[in-house]
């Protein structure tokens, strides 16, 4: 018995003034990314899917509504287990993380999340996953650090740490980070926790 997941970014987002958007509402697809959304939807109609769900944020929910058009009676569902990362960096200029090497999780203290905590959470969805949909394939559209750090302990490594996102080739993966609107499958057997996922990556485009 397993459950497949394709574990999806989100497409391109239409960001002019250029900052870390994180959280923040009203982000939404680049033309770029609407293109990019419907080649995943595209790869992705064939699957057999019975489930898509997605982050709370706009961008997620604008990618997971245009890959179902792909699927047949298919809404998505909002789940917050899957959420972008909570930064205290929102806002930020993008020059400026820049300059500090996106050392995003640096000293952050609750509610702000480092990456053990962020695992701990999609490692919970991975779970209901597996409960909900036995035997099952489904989509879900997210962020690039959620994909980040699941796809590092299916690799290998038991408490991912944030400067492996600097080598993530070393980990398998074959691009520098994933790209927008690119797609890890999972194969989950049992909680990711106990058996470490088969994983597998594309970029629809």
Not at 58 to 78: N, S
Not at 117 to 135: I, M
Request: charged share 25%; hydrophobic share 35%; glycine share 4%.
């Amino acid at each position: 018995m397993a459950t497949t997941l394709y574990l999806m970014r989100h497409g391109e987002v239409h960001n002019p003034t250029q900052i870390l958007y994180g959280r923040l509402p009203d982000f939404f697809l680049s033309d770029e990314g609407i293109r990019q959304a419907h080649a995943a939807g595209e790869w992705l109609k064939d699957k057999n899917i019975s489930h898509i769900y997605c982050s709370p944020m706009d961008r997620t929910k604008q990618t997971a509504g245009i890959v179902a058009e792909y699927q047949t009676d298919l809404t998505p569902e909002v789940d917050e287990r899957i959420i972008e990362i909570m930064t205290p960096h929102e806002g930020r200029p993008i020059a400026e993380l820049e300059a500090i090497n996106w050392a995003i999780y640096d000293g952050n203290e609750p509610p702000y999340e480092i990456p053990e905590t962020v695992l701990d959470r999609v490692h919970n969805f991975f779970e209901y996953l597996l409960e909900k949909h036995p035997d099952e394939a489904v989509i879900a559209v997210a962020h690039g650090d959620i994909l980040v750090f699941p796809w590092l302990h299916a690799h290998g490594v038991d408490t991912p740490q944030a400067e492996m996102k600097d080598t993530l080739a070393t980990y398998n993966l074959p691009e520098a980070y994933p790209a927008t609107a690119s797609i890890m499958t999972f194969t989950l057997t049992d909680s990711p926790r106990k058996v470490r996922p088969s994983t597998s990556y594309i970029r629809p485009y």
